[in-house]
């Protein structure tokens, strides 16, 4: 059964509503089900503070959290639409890992980095709504994954790149059409439909049935929220009417082509059985310079 009270858009609620702390629980969540391990987040840093523009300072949220083992890694959660969207994600990560080590301090303070991509447009090809890439190297003519020496308390450990190098999932939203049977599947459901089950026990999604009710929102919140929704309707009507609008004029800029190169073959015809140059003009409409290249 699904309530049906209306829930805020997961976009916006990163940008307004989850970065305080006692809304935490909600990304702690999402990380948790994407990890598959328990994520406790300690703070949200302040990696956007230089950027120029409040757009740009609410699209990336950096968070610092422990895993299972007590290990502090930091997760990247980014949301909107960019051209050149991999190199966007990779600028984020290496900002993500160079801002948040201090000069002079050693390589070993360089923490796990995990990019989660949360996309509402069309990226590319491409079935799936969840992919999730790391760094592994592959012998190239042995086949086997390196592992290397790392120091840990004093002592010399072997550990793999893929344990130090950052990881990256990307969800896309608009893929998702299954019914929800699992964490992850609720999770896109509200992703993408705003809803979660009245009975979920999915982390993350038990405290959003309560923290991101849009009938909790004051006046001047929901006035806010409701413009940003019908911004983003009238966003999305431009991005279609410009993909119709291409596609049609390379309709047409085909269907010109293939005129052309029926007359081109016409032509080739009329000139192999002798005819004149002006008689295959009147017939196929095409210049004399372009007859006499054939």
Do not use: C
Not at 7 to 13: S, T
Not at 114 to 128: A, C, E, R, T, V
Not at 217 to 235: C, I, K
Not at 261 to 272: D, E, G, P, T, V
């Amino acid at each position: 059964m699904l309530v049906e009270n209306k829930y805020i858009r997961f976009d916006w609620a990163v940008k307004r509503m989850l970065r305080d702390k006692a809304n935490f629980a909600v990304l702690e969540g999402l990380v948790t089900v994407l990890l598959g391990e328990k994520i406790v987040i300690s703070e949200l840093l302040e990696s956007e503070g230089n950027q120029e523009t409040s757009d740009a300072k609410f699209n990336r949220v950096d968070i610092k959290a422990k895993n299972s083992k007590g290990e502090i890694i930091i997760v990247e959660v980014q949301l909107s639409r960019q051209l050149y969207y991999l190199q966007r994600m990779l600028y984020g990560v290496s900002k993500a890992i160079t801002e948040h080590i201090q000069i002079g301090n050693l390589y070993d303070q360089v923490k796990k980095v995990y990019s989660i991509n949360i996309i509402y447009f069309d990226l590319g090809k491409g079935s799936d709504y969840l992919y999730h890439g790391k760094t592994v190297f592959t012998g190239v003519h042995t086949g086997d994954n390196l592992v290397v020496n790392t120091k840990e308390a004093d002592e010399i450990r072997m550990t793999t790149p893929e344990n130090v190098f950052p990881e990256y999932y990307i969800i896309r939203v608009n893929e998702f059409n299954k019914v929800a049977t699992t964490p992850i599947e609720e999770w896109l459901d509200y992703l993408k439909n705003n809803r979660i089950n009245d009975e979920t026990s999915t982390p993350g999604l038990q405290e959003a049935r309560k923290k991101l009710l849009y009938m909790t929102m004051s006046d001047a919140e929901r006035r806010a929220y409701d413009s940003h929704m019908e911004d983003l309707m009238v966003q999305n009507d431009v991005l279609d009417t410009a993909k119709l609008e291409g596609l049609e004029q390379g309709r047409a800029e085909g269907r010109a082509e293939g005129e052309q190169a029926k007359a081109l073959n016409i032509a080739r015809n009329l000139k192999s059985m002798g005819l004149g140059v002006a008689d295959i003009q009147r017939a196929t409409g095409l210049s004399e310079e372009e007859i006499l290249g054939l």
